[in-house]
T-cell receptor, first 114, second 110 residues
Framework: DTGVSQDPRHKITKRGQNVTFRCDPI?????LYWYRQTLGQGPEFLTY????????KSRLLSDRFSAERPKGSFSTLEIQRTEQGDSAMYLC????????????FGSGTRLTVV | AQSVTQLDSHVSVSEGTPVLLRCNYSSSYSPSLFWYVQHPNKGLQLLLKYTSAATLVKGINGFEAEFKKSETSFHLTKPSAHMSDAAEYFC????????FGAGTRLTVKP
């Protein structure tokens, strides 16, 4: 399978706990993006990496959120001290870095904070 | 800054009739524009893209979109709707991180 993989598919956690999601992009893609999608809304940009460098972060990415891509391959998104408002679908996408190419999205990780 | 506005949150058509999903964009330079589709419990799928070549862009499943710079629009059309077209559609403008519209839910009635 050469698509974008995300793990886990679903995560239920108690408020205040930390969670970590993983994204494995298409191997030849050097750009990796994280988005958040809440019910009835379009995906909102969170952050993106070119290789291992994090080049942009949205103001939506509070200090409880951290993303890494240590070797320029897979990426992790960690949310500390989760809040109910963090409940959403977290989407990962990758691309070759050419704006014209469009992105390939993973199926997402659905987070529910109870 | 780039942004898109999808003018209809919900569109309902009958099977076999034309589909029109409207999108206006705002960009400080010549944009790349995309339409994505999201079926329930499925991932986002690229329908088509405009990258400053031909202004009429053909995509998958019979969809097409026309880039009109004078109107700053990139509307998605299909001549004849099929039941399987029922989904959420997103207009997207490129930049450092693609910016999505709020989405248009397409309902297809038998």
């Amino acid at each position: 399978d050469t698509g974008v993989s995300q793990d886990p598919r679903h995560k239920i956690t108690k408020r205040g706990q930390n969670v970590t999601f993983r994204c494995d992009p298409i191997s030849e893609h050097n750009r990796l993006y994280w988005y958040r999608q809440t019910l009835g809304q379009g995906p909102e940009f969170l952050t993106y990496f070119q290789n291992e460098a994090q080049l942009e972060k949205s103001r939506l990415l509070s200090d409880r959120f951290s993303a890494e891509r240590p070797k320029g391959s897979f990426s992790t998104l960690e949310i500390q001290r989760t809040e109910q408002g963090d409940s959403a679908m977290y989407l990962c996408a990758s691309s070759t870095g050419q704006f014209e190419g469009g992105y390939t999205f993973g199926s997402g990780t659905r987070l529910t904070v109870v | 800054a780039q942004s898109v506005t999808q003018l209809d949150s919900h569109v309902s058509v009958s099977e076999g009739t034309p589909v029109l999903l409207r999108c206006n964009y705002s960009s400080s330079y010549s944009p790349s524009l995309f339409w994505y589709v999201q079926h329930p419990n499925k991932g986002l799928q690229l329908l088509l893209k405009y990258t400053s070549a031909a202004t009429l862009v053909k995509g998958i499943n019979g969809f097409e979109a026309e880039f009109k710079k004078s109107e700053t629009s990139f509307h998605l059309t299909k001549p004849s709707a099929h039941m399987s077209d029922a989904a959420e559609y997103f207009c997207v403008v490129s930049g450092y991180g693609m910016r999505f519209g709020a989405g248009t839910r397409l309902t297809v009635k038998p």
